[in-house]
């Protein structure tokens, strides 16, 4: 089978949306597999705070691309479309539906859109930008990034740091605008069919759900399983480690927060991920937009995509 024929059914949407649970449900009733499209999922180790589906919850439906690194490990949107062009083409070879879920937009950009051509890292000026960091925040780069490339900084966070850093590396590597490349590329090579389902909903309901997640994350024992990291050797510092959950309750061990400070930034921070999550989505003019119920009408759309 040519790539060209192979169609992929995306499953989309900001934390707590109830993606997986859909995808789960769709691909019993299509016989399909599911391929993650969250790049902290890939973790493994890492399963309160990534809200990782269990065994159970995966119904028997095949889940590729869950528990395939180490926190330590380098893991970015070339190495999860390098993993995930085979799997598709397998999944796809033995006549089977193929669905990609997951909320890391990058990730489901670059699989279906290419990689861009970017200058590798220089290690002197990150280390040097790294050094700024630590020295005066990330916010303080953030303005940096502002005056340079008022897009970029629209689009990144000034909490995330290392895209401020990957992004003015490559600034000062091309001496252009790093949005400007991104424009450029394009992200158009479609490699394969695609089928964007990107689920939404109220905003208060949505917001309810990260709440309640969020405290079931502490309940279940995301404490734990962060103090269980440390005590691996995976050092606070690790991109992974300071992803949502894992970072606040760093903090709360070090005593900068105390328990009721750090469940209440871990809701507040989630709920800004989930917005800029659907920010990232709606600049996407292929996606079809969904409530998380509206099962009869998601099932008619991936049966006229199957055809």
Request: charged share 30%; proline share 4%.
């Amino acid at each position: 089978m040519n790539d060209q024929d192979i169609k992929v059914i995306i499953i989309a949407g900001p934390t707590a949306s109830g993606k997986s649970t859909l995808a789960v449900a769709m691909a019993r009733e299509f016989d399909g597999e599911i391929i993650n499209a969250d790049s902290m999922q890939v973790y493994r180790y890492m399963d309160i705070g990534t809200a990782k589906p269990s065994l159970n919850e995966r119904k028997g439906i095949v889940h590729h691309l869950i528990d395939v690194a180490d926190p330590d490990d380098e893991f970015n949107a070339s190495r999860y479309r390098e993993l995930t062009i085979p799997i598709i083409r397998k999944i796809s070879g033995e006549m089977k539906k193929c669905f990609v879920v997951g909320g890391t937009g990058l990730y489901i950009k670059t699989l279906l859109g290419g990689l861009m051509e970017c200058p590798p890292s220089d290690s002197a000026l990150r280390n040097e930008l790294i050094n700024e960091c630590r020295a005066n925040g990330s916010p303080f780069l953030h303005r940096r990034l502002r005056m340079l490339d008022n897009e970029s900084a629209d689009r990144i966070h000034p909490n995330d740091k290392i895209r401020i850093i990957r992004a003015l590396e490559i600034i000062a590597l091309t001496g252009r605008p790093y949005s400007s490349i991104i424009m450029e590329h394009g992200f158009n090579e479609r490699p394969f069919h695609a089928l964007k389902i990107c689920i939404n909903m109220d905003r208060d309901l949505l917001y309810d759900r990260i709440n309640n997640r969020s405290e079931h994350m502490m309940k279940a024992g995301l404490i734990d399983e962060t103090e269980a990291l440390l005590e691996r050797g995976y050092s606070p510092e690790l991109r992974s480690m300071k992803s949502l959950g894992y970072r606040h309750v760093i903090s709360y061990l070090k005593k900068e927060w105390n328990l009721e400070e750090m469940i209440f930034h871990l809701k507040q921070d989630t709920r800004r991920y989930a917005k800029r999550q659907l920010t990232w989505f709606r600049a996407d003019a292929e996606v079809i937009w969904v409530k998380p119920d509206d099962v009869d009408f998601i099932r008619t759309k991936i049966s006229e995509f199957i055809g």
